[in-house]
Structures are given as structure tokens and as C-alpha cells.
């Protein structure tokens, strides 16, 4: 079962032609930015409050990033902050009633700390009870200001809608642009906002598949260099790179186990056959799990690392299926009621499947109850792709296509709200939203 | 940082030309000349194919690729989520075919694409299923293995952009690209 029918394993770090595109992957000055629009929120969104903090000197307006987060999320809608009569920093200060009467139903008070504990201690108050529901403090990085108040979004959301807040996360993505065949492709990590864009990589040559791993100290990615595909994993804060797989043909869809040791890939070998395997990343052991003519491609793991669902046109079109990573004899096909059903992401909670599924002539973004099989398209574009959820569980970013340019976009997973994160330059696509950050 | 870029723009613009083939060569120069065959069914328009022939004929000639067959075009077409090679284009590839059997030195890089509908990493599938049917009819045809390589560049290199069905029709294809 081993890859028998592949060529040699190519593990050169850094091979000539990667020397070569290593000269471009460090951040450069022009990358395409994101501008998030909330194109649908929740109708009764939660009242709430930012108030500025009380600045220790540093200038940085935390609570404006705080209050762009929660209105970004389209389930909260913030308080114009000329309308607010009082500007307390410390929940005993906070004249519930008033809030209340304004029409908040909570407040979010803070200020900056110095010294030894240097950052900004916040507070969240219940403005019909007048009760403290909980405080924190937040460190503020060196060289990032925004971290922090993301942070304190993130403790806001948890509070209020009982959910961690993925403020913190962040996302890659492809950028291209240039006519064709005079393409530029870069690989872009930033910010859930957009904020904070780094270049990753770039290329004359297409990037693909861009895929963390689960402590988002890595991506995965396919680059075609030399006129083949190979995968490259790269580090994120050193910027160095290892071509995992350059083997004869296809080599795509790279996909991390949940521990971090194995990569889920397809490779094809020179006969053209894609087919699912698994690289251990440590012993660069392959193993094939899928052994079939048709295509089988675009692995994700289960959120145990047991399973691995894959699309296959073993039937006609493409569908999902799953198999067993340990045994992988039996293959069952978990998607039905569209002839096109791809692209599988699994839920961080395991229950739910989110594709690509073709309504009539449409690509949309629909998610499938893993439980019940019921199937629920969120996404009303033509050329809806690449789903990917947050970590939260709570949305999926993906992309669409309106008219000549690719963009990014978010919808909640009971479709209640979705944003626009429109590029202002070129082509974004194949969005990927990264890990929870470890704990500060 | 600057440098460094000119050094890969150059040693970028070496491989190419190494590859024989500049990238606008590989565009058809007339968008209408294949718009006759979007129409997704198998039973695609003839006239639309020469027309695409023609233009791809005219960038072929004294361009790169020295082994390439004269006048032949480089690029061919497929329908919609199919990796048959359509009537019109048999004798395109049985040129090729014959080129290449006469010369077993000379060796040829097919590359599949998609057009942008759908998943990216199924449409490199797709790619690499039309580049692969290519490969068996030149195989079948006396091309030996050795001479062949197949590189699926899925919807990741339109040769035109626009969300249009004769974009995408001019997109769904195999390039020949001669390495000698």
C-alpha cells in the first residue's frame, strides 16, 4: 500500500528552484488589503456600549478597534460615541439606569495599565441589572496594538453570546494579479479583520491550497515551480521552507492531521491518477488510502484525526465520501441531492460538512448536518468556493466571484450574517482561517 | 529585496524561453474564434475549431519550440466537464503525434486547464484527466512515454478571465508545449 507507484520521494529542502522563489518570500510593500462590509447581520442585533478607555498615554483608540470587531460580527450593534452622556473607565462607575434608558443592554468599560502588568484592564456590565458579568486584562504586544483589542472582543463575544470570539484569528489567502499569463501570485496571511497583511510568498508561478496546521505556526501550500506542482511547508515567523512532496504529476490539497504529524495530500504519479494519501511528516513514510481511477482529491480530516473525507467522481460527478485513515477499506459517500458536491471541511465541533454543492448553474457554499444528512446552502452567489471555518465554528470564509474579480467573503452558519472582504487590488481567493492563538 | 526580484524575474524569463514557448503565445489571438464551441454539448461547431486553429497556427510559426511541428496549433479545446478530445481537434493531435514519433529526441510537456467553475483542487483533476487523454492518443499513436510530461494547471492559469461561458470556453484546454 505503500506509494509504490510513485517516483522517489523528493525531500530537497530548498532545491534550486526553491532557492530561487525563497528570494521571494519575504514581505514586500504591495499587497492587496481587505475591507470588510457587513452585508447582512442579525435584524435584532445586542445593544452594547464601548466606551473609550482611559488612555495611558500610547494614543491608540483600542475601544474603536473593539467597537469595529462587534459591529463587524453583525450581532452586535455599538453605541455612536457621542451619544454616550458619561464616559466612565470602571464598572462602579457605570450609572446603569442611564445605559439602559439609551437603549444599551450592556457596557464595556476599560483602561490602560502601566508598569510591570502593562495593558488594559476591562470590565462588562449588564446595563439593566448593573451587574459586573466579568473583567479581564489584556497585555498589549510590542509593535501590535490591535492583538490586544481583538483580545478584549473576543472576551466581550464569549460573555455576551456564550461563544469564544475568533477576533484573534487569522487568515491566509491567495492573491493574484496581472493579466494572464503574466500573473503575480502571493500567499497573505493577515488579521480576521484584514489588518496586519504579510506576504508569504510570492511567485510568477500559481500558489494553491494554502492549509495550517493546528498551531498555526505552519502553512501548507502547493506551488508550481518549474512547471510542476509540488508541496511546500513553510514556518510562518522564520520563513523557512521544506518542499514535502514533488513527486511525478499531481501533487495537491495539502491537508494537516489535527496532531500536527501527517500531512493528508493527493498525488497522481506520471499515470494521472489522483488519489488520497497520508506523508508522516517525521519518517516521510507514505501511505495510500484511496485506490481508484477516478479523482479523488481535496482531503480534510475528522476533528479526531480518525476519519478523512475526500471528494471523488468514483460515481459520475463529484461527491464526498469518508474513509477510515487506520483500516481505509470501506469508503462511504456522505453527499447526495446535487450532481456537484465538493471541497469537504469538517466543523470544529465534527457535526457538520461544509462544500461546494451546484444549485442549477450555481456554485454555492451549503452545510450538511453530518448527523441528519440535511443540507443547508447558505451562500447565494454563482462561483462560491474554497469554505473554510473559523475556528469557532460560528462562520466560513470562502470566495466568490463577482464579475471579472475574485473576492473574499464571511457567512454565519445559520446564514444570519455574511460580509464582503473585498481586495482593493487584484484577485483574492482560497481563503483559509486559521487556529484559536495559544493562550497568552 | 529589489535584486533579488530581477534575479528571479530573469532566471523566470530564461526558463521560459528555455521552454520555447513566450506566454502569449499560448493565447488565441481571436476571442471569437472559439466562442463557437461554449456551447458545452458534444456536438461542438467545426467552424469555430479552425478559426482557433488558425490563430493558434499563426503564433506557432517562427516562435520557439524548434522541434514543434510547422503550422500545427498548440492549444486544443474541450467541453464542459469533459476530457474527450472533440472531432475537430483528432488531427491536431495526430500531427503532434507524428512529429513527435519521427523524432524520439524531441519532447513535449502537455498542460491541462480548466476553466474557473467549481473547486480549484477537483479542477486540477480535470486538468490532468484532458492532459492525460492527450498523452494516451499521442501514446497510441507511437510516442514513446519518455517523451511525454504532463503538468495539470486546473482553473490556475486562465488563458482569458471574464465569468463568461466564451471565457471559459477558451480556457478548457491542453497546451503543447515543446521542450526542445
Given at each position: 500500500m505503500m506509494g509504490h507507484v510513485l517516483d522517489k520521494p523528493v525531500l530537497a529542502v530548498l532545491a534550486t528552484l526553491g532557492l530561487m522563489l525563497a528570494a521571494?518570500?519575504?514581505?514586500?510593500v504591495v499587497r492587496a488589503e481587505l475591507q470588510i462590509d457587513i452585508t447582512k447581520g442579525v435584524s435584532d442585533p445586542i445593544p452594547i456600549a464601548v466606551?473609550?478607555?482611559?488612555?495611558g498615554g500610547g494614543g491608540f483608540d483600542y475601544a474603536a478597534v473593539v467597537q469595529h470587531d462587534l459591529d463587524g460580527s453583525g450581532r452586535f450593534r455599538t453605541m455612536d460615541r457621542k451619544a454616550q452622556r458619561t464616559q466612565p473607565t470602571r464598572a462602579a462607575?457605570?450609572?446603569?439606569?442611564?445605559w439602559h434608558a439609551d437603549g444599551q443592554d450592556y457596557v464595556l468599560v476599560g483602561r490602560l495599565t502601566t508598569g510591570a502588568s502593562a495593558g488594559i484592564d476591562c470590565e462588562l456590565v449588564n446595563a439593566l441589572s448593573g451587574q459586573s458579568l466579568g473583567s479581564r486584562h489584556v497585555a498589549i504586544e510590542a509593535g501590535n496594538p490591535r492583538a490586544a483589542a481583538h483580545r478584549i472582543s473576543d472576551f466581550v463575544y464569549g460573555m455576551i453570546i456564550g461563544t469564544r470570539g475568533a477576533f484573534s484569528t487569522r487568515v491566509a489567502y491567495v492573491a493574484v494579479d496581472g493579466a494572464p499569463p503574466a500573473q503575480r501570485?502571493?500567499?497573505?496571511?493577515?488579521?480576521?479583520?484584514?489588518?496586519?497583511s504579510q506576504v508569504v510568498l510570492e511567485s510568477h508561478q500559481p500558489i494553491m491550497s494554502p492549509a495550517w496546521s493546528a498551531d498555526g505556526r505552519w502553512l501548507a501550500y502547493v506551488s508550481f515551480e518549474n512547471h510542476a506542482s509540488a508541496i511546500i511547508v513553510q514556518e510562518l515567523r522564520s520563513g523557512e521552507r521544506r518542499q514535502v512532496s514533488a513527486r511525478a504529476g499531481v501533487n495537491g490539497a495539502p491537508a494537516w492531521s489535527p496532531d500536527g504529524k501527517r500531512l493528508a495530500l493527493t498525488l497522481s504519479g506520471s499515470g494521472g491518477n489522483l488519489d488520497i494519501y497520508v506523508l508522516d511528516l517525521g519518517t516521510q513514510e507514505l501511505t495510500r488510502i484511496t485506490e481508484d481511477p477516478a479523482i479523488d482529491t481535496e482531503a480534510a480530516w475528522s476533528t479526531d484525526g480518525t476519519q478523512l473525507y475526500f471528494t471523488s467522481d468514483r460515481s459520475g460527478g463529484p461527491q464526498i465520501y469518508r474513509t477510515d485513515v487506520a483500516s481505509h477499506q470501506r469508503v462511504q459517500r456522505i453527499t447526495f441531492g446535487s450532481a456537484y458536491n465538493a471541497r469537504p471541511r469538517i466543523s470544529p465541533d465534527g457535526r457538520l460538512l461544509a462544500l461546494v454543492s451546484r444549485e442549477g448553474s450555481d456554485y454555492r457554499i451549503a452545510v450538511q448536518d453530518l448527523a441528519s444528512g440535511s443540507v443547508r446552502v447558505l451562500t447565494r452567489g454563482s462561483l462560491d468556493e474554497s469554505p473554510s471555518f473559523a475556528p469557532n465554528g460560528m462562520s466560513l470564509i470562502y470566495a466568490w466571484h463577482g464579475g471579472e474579480r475574485g473576492s473574499l467573503a464571511t457567512v454565519a452558519i445559520d446564514g444570519l450574517v455574511s460580509q464582503q472582504l473585498k481586495s482593493d487590488r487584484g484577485d483574492v481567493r482560497e481563503p483559509v482561517w486559521g487556529p484559536f492563538p495559544r493562550s497568552p | 529585496m529589489l535584486k533579488n526580484a530581477l534575479m528571479v524575474v530573469a532566471a523566470t524569463a530564461l526558463l521560459l524561453a528555455g521552454c520555447g514557448g513566450k506566454?502569449?503565445?499560448r493565447v488565441p489571438k481571436s476571442a471569437d474564434a472559439v466562442v463557437g464551441n461554449d456551447s458545452g454539448a458534444a456536438g461542438s461547431s467545426g467552424a469555430g475549431a479552425a478559426g482557433a486553429a488558425g490563430a493558434e497556427a499563426g503564433d506557432a510559426a517562427g516562435q520557439g519550440g524548434a522541434s514543434a511541428p510547422a503550422n500545427v496549433p498548440r492549444v486544443?479545446?474541450?467541453?464542459?466537464?469533459s476530457s474527450e478530445i472533440r472531432p475537430e481537434f483528432v488531427s491536431v493531435v495526430a500531427a503532434h503525434a507524428k512529429a513527435l514519433a519521427r523524432n524520439a529526441s524531441v519532447r513535449v510537456r502537455l498542460e491541462g486547464h480548466t476553466d474557473e467553475r467549481g473547486s480549484p483542487e477537483y479542477n486540477i483533476g480535470l486538468g490532468e484527466r484532458r492532459a492525460q487523454a492527450v498523452k494516451r492518443a499521442l501514446l497510441l499513436q507511437g510516442v514513446a512515454d519518455s517523451q511525454v510530461t504532463t503538468v495539470s494547471y486546473g482553473e490556475e492559469r486562465p488563458a482569458v478571465t471574464g465569468a463568461t461561458e466564451a471565457s471559459w470556453a477558451k480556457n478548457r484546454r491542453v497546451e503543447f508545449v515543446y521542450l526542445n
Open positions: 521571494l518570500a519575504t514581505t514586500s466606551v473609550p478607555f482611559a488612555a462607575e457605570v450609572v446603569a439606569a442611564d501570485f502571493q500567499l497573505i496571511v493577515a488579521d480576521a479583520d484584514g489588518e496586519n | 506566454p502569449d503565445q486544443i479545446y474541450f467541453d464542459f466537464d
